[in-house]
């Protein structure tokens, strides 16, 4: 059988830099056989680990254990794994050796991506993806089953689906539009929304041979013209809208690790409190904004909907990078994510972006900065990217209905006259355009 071809997303980069904050972030679960490979190395005689507890039982898993200082028990006070330093790489458990790429198989291909979470991959520091090739097709025969070549693709709408080859064009037609370099950043997001709310119509027997490129072509037409004409200067979502896109950001901002399990009855109320306090807050949208991570600088609400201009530069570059990757690595939906179908992981996606970029003013406002600095929307993009796709309440009905009301119907506002009748051949409605609410969600200037 041939080796599939893997696919890495451009301009992003990666080598870990002994950071370790995804050690004491992340549980890592070992299986039988790695526990027995850890046991057999005796850490009982090392004296950095003599008399500590190494793994914890679960009910149907084993992880391992955390240190005094909430990290994993193998970390040394250098930041370095111990594991790795004594017996080298290979022996360390799959978690570890695979964070923070992620392998998607889409038929013939491996799809490559990385988290955000992780700062070398937020500030592009390290090697190109591709210079990872060997190591990454070799770790690819753990990782991904036996069958992988032929795994079904995610639904596409609802539970209509489309090949595999039929999907990566549509995913490559939005690649094109995000780096189209003739627009501003939030202009392309802006023409990505409206080629997602056009799959959301197109009649799927039209998106099979000829009729994929004829949508393509007109879709892509429409959105960018779209874009170009679309009134950035709206007001902030008001209502449900404002409200729901709060209880997101709430979300977003929140930061459980796995130290917080181990706590006292007493702390684990106290903290469940408190979380409630700053929900209600977030509800309100007034006053100073909660502090829901223990660095995060006291800014008035109020202050944020004021403008910092567009992301440019370094700024815009971080962000394409953020989104080339999603998109090229097809972590966006299926079971990557949640196993949602490819339309509704989009609306997901695109969502992230002014969660990103209202996070990187409440950084940027901290600092009684005036721009949005490349630091500031990086450190964003870190936080966004740590529950995107890992974070359990995200899959929810509930969360996964907020994304889809911040984006339905009802928040759109079809153009009176549209000389789209070629499109409307292929969709079952005219092309719709950004309304208040999304345009104001990614308003930025």
Same mark, same amino acid.
């Given at each position: ?146 069958? !992988? ?13 489309? $090949? ?6 549509? %995913? ?8 189209? @370099? ?13 080629? %997602? ?23 892509? $037409? ?10 950035? #200067? %709206? ?67 109020? !202050? ?19 989104? %080339? ?34 996070? !990187? ?16 929307? @990086? ?39 549209? #000389? ?10 005219? !092309? ?14």
């Amino acid at each position: 059988m041939a080796k599939p071809r893997f696919v890495f997303p451009e301009g992003q980069c990666y080598d870990c830099h002994s950071c370790a904050l995804c050690c004491p972030a992340y549980e890592i679960g070992v299986t039988a056989a790695e526990k027995q490979r850890l046991v057999e190395q005796r850490w009982e005689e090392d004296a950095a680990t003599a008399g500590q507890q190494l793994f914890v039982e679960r009910k149907r898993d084993t992880v391992l254990a955390l240190g005094e200082r909430g990290s994993c028990v193998f970390l040394d006070d250098w930041n370095l794994c111990r594991i790795h330093a004594k017996f080298g790489e290979p022996t360390k458990p799959l978690g570890c050796r695979a964070y923070p790429f992620g392998l998607v198989p889409t038929g013939h291909e491996v799809r490559v991506s990385v988290r955000f979470d992780c700062p070398s991959v937020a500030a592009n520091q390290g090697r190109s993806l591709a210079e990872h090739r060997p190591w990454l097709e070799a770790l690819s025969s753990e990782v991904l089953p036996p069958n !992988a070549g032929e795994l079904a693709p995610p639904a596409f709408r609802g539970e209509q689906r489309l $090949e595999w080859s039929q999907l990566r064009r549509l %995913t490559n037609a939005l690649l094109g539009v995000l780096t189209n @370099q003739e627009l501003s950043f939030t202009r392309r997001l802006i023409a990505c929304v409206t080629m %997602t709310h056009l799959m959301r119509r197109a009649k799927v027997d039209k998106l099979t041979g000829g009729g994929l490129k004829e949508f393509l072509q007109l879709s892509e $037409e429409v959105s960018l013209k779209d874009a170009e004409a679309e009134d950035l #200067d %709206t007001p902030a979502p008001t209502g449900r809208g404002g409200l729901l896109f709060r209880q997101s950001l709430a979300l977003y901002g929140r930061r459980d690790l796995p130290s917080d399990v181990l706590r006292s009855a007493r702390h684990t109320a106290a903290r469940t409190g408190g979380r409630f306090r700053q929900a209600l807050r977030f509800v309100r949208g007034r006053g100073t904004v909660p502090a829901l991570q223990p660095d995060f600088p006291e800014v008035d609400f109020l !202050a944020l909907e004021e403008p910092l201009g567009e992301p440019a530069g370094e700024s815009a570059e971080a962000l394409l990078r953020f989104y %080339t990757g999603k998109l090229t690595g097809m972590t966006f939906c299926g079971r990557a994510y949640y196993h949602v179908p490819f339309v509704e992981g989009l609306y997901g996606l695109w969502l992230t972006y002014p969660v990103a970029l209202w996070y !990187a003013r409440l950084f940027a406002r901290g600092d009684a900065r005036t721009r949005l600095a490349p630091e500031f929307v @990086q450190r964003a993009l870190r936080l966004v990217d740590w529950h995107h796709g890992r974070t359990p309440a995200f899959g929810t009905r509930s969360e996964r209905g907020r994304a889809a009301f911040l984006s339905s119907e009802g928040l759109v506002v079809k153009p009176a006259i549209h #000389d789209f009748a070629a499109i409307s051949t292929i969709c079952a409605l005219s !092309a719709p355009s950004v309304n208040s609410l999304i345009a104001s969600v990614f308003n930025v200037t």
